[in-house]
């Protein structure tokens, strides 16, 4: 969970500190991945159901253990959320790049 946790992190971060850095918002970059998802819904990044949805697994990949889940399924659970979630926000982030830091394109 722990190594899932760190590239749903790293990506958020990344995206963030880019966003804040290029895309000209009047909102100033918080510290912490749970305010930076906020900051990406503030900025349009991230509509208010994939913030949801991002609170949910950050907050899945760092609640520690899960009494009653083998390790093994953990580590398998884990492993979908970062690359389901992590192909998410690099998706988004290609268009959102594309188009200045500041809106989408229509795919």
Do not use: C
């Not at 970062?82 to 988004?92: A, M, R, S, V, W």
């Amino acid at each position: 969970m722990g190594e899932s946790r760190n590239i749903i992190q790293s990506l958020i971060d990344g995206i963030s500190t880019e966003t804040a850095t290029h895309g000209k918002h009047t909102t100033k970059l918080p510290g912490g991945t749970s305010n930076r998802i906020d900051y990406l819904a503030q900025v349009g990044f991230l509509t208010n159901d994939e913030k949801a949805a991002f609170n949910s697994a950050w907050g899945t990949l760092s609640a520690g253990s899960h009494p009653g889940v083998p390790e093994r399924e953990q580590a398998r659970i884990g492993l979908t959320l970062g690359l389901e979630f992590g192909q998410l926000l690099l998706l988004k982030f290609a268009n959102w790049k594309k188009n200045a830091y500041q809106k989408f394109s229509k795919a």
